[in-house]
Every structure is written in structure tokens, then in C-alpha cells.
């Protein structure tokens, strides 16, 4: 027996309900799959790589394996940073002395205090490439207040002198800034210009 002709008319309806609903899903989807990236939702993503590594803090010195860690989460978010690899050069590479004075019992708490002083890791990677410069960092960090150099160094007058000096014995401008990044901070105000201009 036939259904009532009215029941007939709510199946009718009811089923085109579902097939415009289905619809205009299909047409606003591709909307939200290319919703526009933002530089904030960049930031979000780098801290948010940072809470995979093991007793890292802001300001802690980042290693190219990690950067580039960032690169591979950007692309997953569909952005492929412009020149990776020159950006990533800046970074000093994982296998730098730096990293094994760092590590050693003492390292982690001096690095921690270097961070605080503005150009701090310049001042010190400027003091590892000096003629005995590694001896030098490895008495810092040992020392109870190894830390004041390098402030001395990134902050004074006297200091900025004294760099004149151990500049000229190992043919370097001492007191200008490296050019390197070392710190996620540093990451991200040099991923900005790139990401403007995409």
C-alpha cells in the first residue's frame, strides 16, 4: 500500500534538506582550505614545536636540526619558506663547538645567563674564534661570574675597546654583530620579511 501523499511530500523534503546540505558543504569547504596564513598562526606553530624539546626555555641557543624543524612545520601548514637553506646557514649547525661547551655541567646555566645580555651570543661566538678563545669560554663558564665579561664586553664603553683590541689580534671586527641566529626570537623576526613578501 502507498504511503499517504503527504508523507510522501515530507520524504521529498526532508531528503532535498539533505541533498542542499550537502552541497553547500562541498561549496564552502574549499573556502576554509584556503583560508589566508597568518604570521600569528606562524608564531603559534614555532612555540609550539618548542614543547617537543627536552628543558628548552626562551632564550635558550637553537641548532640547525631544530630550525629546521620549523621549516617542516611550516610546509605542513602550506607555507614553504623562501631560500630555506640560506636562512638555515645562519643557524649555527649542530656539530659547532659552542654546542659542547654548552652541554657540559655548567654550560646550561651560563648560556641561560648570556641570554639576557643583548648581543651576548655574539659576544661569545666572537670569543671562540680568538687564539685560545675556547680555553678562554671554558674558564667563563667555570667561573663564578664568567657571565660579567661578556656583559662587559656587549655593554660598555671599555668593553667595546677591549673588542677593538682582541679584534685586531685575530683579524675580526670584534664588535659587530655576527649575523647569525641563535635564538627562536632571532628565528622569528628573520622569517617575517619573508613571509610579508610571499
Known sequence: MPAPKYIRWQITVWLLGIAGGLLFHQQISPCHAEERLTFE?????????????????????????????????????????????????????????????????????????????????DKLDRLLQLPDGKQLVKQLINARDGNKLIAYLASTKGGKNLGKMLGAAADVDFNAPTGRIYTVRAFIQELQPLFISK
Open 41 to 121: 598562526q606562524i608564531i603559534f606553530e614555532t612555540q609550539r614545536v618548542t614543547t617537543r624539546w627536552q628543558d628548552y626555555e626562551p632564550g635558550d641557543l637553537i641548532r640547525q636540526s631544530q630550525a629546521q624543524e620549523f621549516i617542516q612545520a611550516y610546509r605542513a601548514l602550506g607555507w614553504d619558506v623562501p631560500d630555506a637553506e640560506t636562512l638555515l646557514a645562519k643557524v649555527p649547525a649542530d656539530g659547532e663547538y659552542l654546542f659542547d661547551l654548552l652541554a657540559t655541567r655548567g654550560g646550561k646555566p651560563f648560556m641561560r645567563e648570556i641570554a639576557t645580555i643583548p648581543s651576548g651570543y
